[in-house]
C-alpha cells in the first residue's frame, strides 16, 4: 500500500525532516533535483540526437527544484538553459541559493519567449504552493509551453493543478512525465490532474517516514498489495467462505443478477444464492448453474426475503433490481432486516435517494457502491460541486451516513465512516470499462473479499482495485472498444493471481 499527500501534507513532511529531524531543506532539493535530471536524461537518450532543454522556472522553490535539475543535467554536458518567470513575487532562500549555483557554473538564462525553440521543458513553474488561480504571465507561459511542440517534464505535478483535488487552477501544464517526490500527490492521482501529469515516478529523497504517521494521508494500492488477498485453506468448505445473497435483477432483466454473482464466486466466495424476479429464475440457472437460485414475485417477495437473509453472511442489493413498487418494499425491508454486510448498489440507491434517511437508520456494515450520477442523486450535489473535491466530498457522506462509500468514476475513491477516516484513491482501471454491467460485477467482487474476511473497508478497496487490474487484463486481450462486463468476470481468476 502506497500514500498520496495532498499539498499541505507535503509541506508538513517537508517541514517534519527539516526541522524535527535536522535534514537540511538543499539536501531533500538536491536528491529532488537528481531525480528529475534522471527522467530528463532518459527522455534525452531517446532522441538519439542532440537536444536542447529549458528549465522553466517560478521562484519558488519548485522552480529551485528545476533550476537544481538544469544544473545537474549540464554538469553531465547536456545542453541546458534557465527561464525564470520575472514578476515582483519574492523568491525563496533556496531559488536566490539555485541560482547562485546555476550562475557560478556557467548556465545561460534566457528569455519565457524561447521556449518554442527547446525540445524539452523542464516544468518548474508552480509546485505544491499553488494557492490560486493562475493568471497573467504564468497563464501566458503556460499556454505558450502547451502549444509548443516539446517533450515536457513537470518537477512534482504540473504546474497549475491544485494539489489537493486535481483540478486545474484556471490553466495547467499538460506533462508527458512528472517526476513526484516522497509520496505521489493527490493532484497527479484524479482527473483531469492524472491525465495532465503524464506518466509519473515517484521518487524516494529521503523524507523521514515517522512524519506521515499523524497526517491521515491517502492510500492507494499497487500490484504488490494483490498478494494481500487471503491463500484458500486447503481444510476448508464451501461454508468457510460465507454465503452471499445477491438480491438482483427484475421482470426481465436477469443479467445483473448473474454478473454480480458469478464475480462472487470468481473472487472466493463458497457458496451465491441468487434471489430474483420469478421470470428470470431459469435463464439464471443456465448462466450460472453453480448458484442457488429463488425466485419471488409480488405477493411473496418477503417471506422469500426472510428466509434467504437468515442463511446470507453478506449480502448484495440492488442490480439490476428496478424501482417499481416490490424493490421499493425489497429495499426497504432489507435495510430493517439484514444484519450482516450488506452492498447497496444502482437501483436500491435510486430508491434510497427518494428517501435518505432509511440509509440513516441502518446500522450495521453498509457499503454503497455510487456512479457519479447515483452520487448526484443521493447528496443533491451538482456534478461540478461534487468533482471540485471529490475525496472531501466522498469522506463527508462517509461519515455522516455511516457507510463504506465507493464512489465510482473514472478514479474511484473509497472512504471510511467515521471522523478523519481513511480515503483510498483508486490507481487500476482503463477506459475499456467504461460499458454497461461493470457495477454489476463490482458488487460481486466486493462481495468475494468480504467472503475471504478481509475487513470492511479494506475489501472495498481491494474489490476496486482488483476490478480496475481484471479490466486492464481483458483490455490487453480484446482492445479498448470491446472489453465487456462478462470479459471482466472471467479474467477474474488472472487478476487475483497476477
Ligand atoms: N525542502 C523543501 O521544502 C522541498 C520542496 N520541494 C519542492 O518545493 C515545492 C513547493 O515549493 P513552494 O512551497 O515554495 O511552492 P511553489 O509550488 O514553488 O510555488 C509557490 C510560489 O508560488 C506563488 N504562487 C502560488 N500561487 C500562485 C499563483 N496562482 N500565481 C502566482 N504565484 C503564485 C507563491 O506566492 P504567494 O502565494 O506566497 O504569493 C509562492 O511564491 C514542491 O512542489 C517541490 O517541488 C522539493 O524540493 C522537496 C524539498
Ligand atoms: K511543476
Known amino acids: 500500500m502506497k500514500y498520496a499527500l495532498t499539498g499541505r501534507m507535503s509541506k508538513e513532511v517537508d517541514r517534519f525532516t527539516i526541522d524535527k529531524m535536522g535534514v537540511p531543506s538543499l539536501v531533500l532539493m538536491e536528491r529532488a533535483a537528481v531525480s528529475t535530471a534522471m527522467k530528463v536524461a532518459e527522455i534525452v537518450a531517446l532522441f538519439r540526437r542532440n537536444v536542447r532543454i529549458l528549465a522553466v522556472c517560478g521562484k519558488g522553490n519548485n522552480g529551485a527544484d528545476a533550476v537544481a535539475a538544469a544544473r545537474i543535467l549540464s554538469w553531465q554536458g547536456v545542453a541546458v538553459d534557465i527561464a525564470v518567470i520575472d514578476d515582483d513575487r519574492k523568491e525563496t532562500e533556496e531559488f ?279 452520487f448526484m442523486r443521493l447528496t443533491g450535489l451538482t456534478k461540478e460541486e461534487l468533482l471540485k473535491d471529490s475525496v472531501a466530498a466522498a469522506k463527508c457522506f462517509a461519515q455522516e451516513f455511516n457507510v463504506i462509500l465507493v464512489m465510482k468514476n473514472a478514479v474511484t475513491v473509497v472512504a471510511e465512516p467515521c471522523e478523519n477516516g481513511r480515503a483510498y484513491i483508486n490507481s487500476s482501471g482503463t477506459g475499456a470499462m467504461s460499458k454497461a454491467g461493470m457495477g454489476d460485477v463490482l458488487t460481486g467482487v466486493i462481495a468475494g473479499m468480504l467472503s475471504l474476511r478481509i475487513e470492511p473497508f479494506s475489501a472495498a478497496c481491494m474489490g476496486v482495485y482488483l476490478h480496475g487490474i481484471a479490466g486492464e487484463i481483458a483490455e490487453e486481450e480484446q482492445g479498448s472498444h470491446s472489453v465487456m462486463a462478462g470479459d471482466v468476470v472471467n479474467i477474474l481468476g488472472k487478476a487475483v493471481n497476477k
Open 96 to 374: 536566490a541559493t539555485q541560482m547562485t549555483i546555476a550562475g557560478n557554473s556557467g548556465l545561460n538564462f534566457v528569455n519565457v519567449s524561447a521556449i518554442p525553440e527547446y525540445d524539452i521543458i523542464i516544468d518548474g513553474i508552480f509546485g505544491t504552493g499553488l494557492s490560486r488561480n493562475v493568471e497573467g504571465i504564468y497563464a501566458d507561459v503556460i499556454d505558450l509551453i502547451n502549444c509548443s511542440n516539446n517533450v515536457v517534464v513537470s518537477v512534482d505535478i504540473p504546474s497549475g493543478i491544485d494539489s489537493e483535488t486535481g483540478a486545474v487552477l484556471s490553466k495547467a501544464v499538460k506533462a508527458d512525465a512528472t517526476v513526484t517526490f516522497g509520496y505521489n500527490k493527490v493532484g497527479n492521482m484524479i482527473y483531469p490532474g492524472k491525465e495532465l501529469s503524464g506518466e509519473v515516478t515517484v521518487a524516494d529523497i529521503g523524507f523521514c517516514p515517522e512524519a506521515i504517521k499523524t497526517l491521515n494521508p491517502c492510500m492507494y494500492f499497487t500490484e504488490d498489495d494483490l498478494r494481500k488477498i487471503p491463500d484458500r485453506k486447503a481444510y476448508s468448505n464451501k461454508g468457510t467462505y460465507g454465503k452471499i445473497l445477491v438480491i438482483a435483477g427484475s421482470r426481465d432483466m436477469s443479467g445483473a443478477a448473474y454478473l454480480s454473482g458469478a464475480s462472487a464466486y470468481r473472487t472466493g466466495a463458497g457458496l451465491v444464492e441468487i434471489l430474483t424476479y420469478e421470470s428470470n429464475t431459469d435463464i439464471i440457472k443456465k448462466l450460472l448453474p453453480e448458484a442457488i437460485v429463488t425466485g419471488y414475485n409480488e405477493d411473496n417477495y418477503c417471506c422469500m426475503l426472510e428466509k434467504s437473509l437468515k442463511k446470507a453472511t453478506c449480502v448484495i442489493l440492488g442490480p439490476g433490481l428496478s424501482k417499481d413498487i416490490t424493490a421499493h418494499n425489497i429495499t426497504e425491508e432489507v435495510l430493517k432486516r439484514c444484519e450482516v454486510p450488506l452492498i447497496i448498489d444502482a437501483d436500491a440507491l435510486n430508491i434510497i435517494a427518494e428517501d435518505i434517511s432509511l440509509l440513516k437508520s441502518y446500522s450495521h456494515v453498509a457499503i454503497i457502491t455510487p456512479h457519479i450520477g447515483e
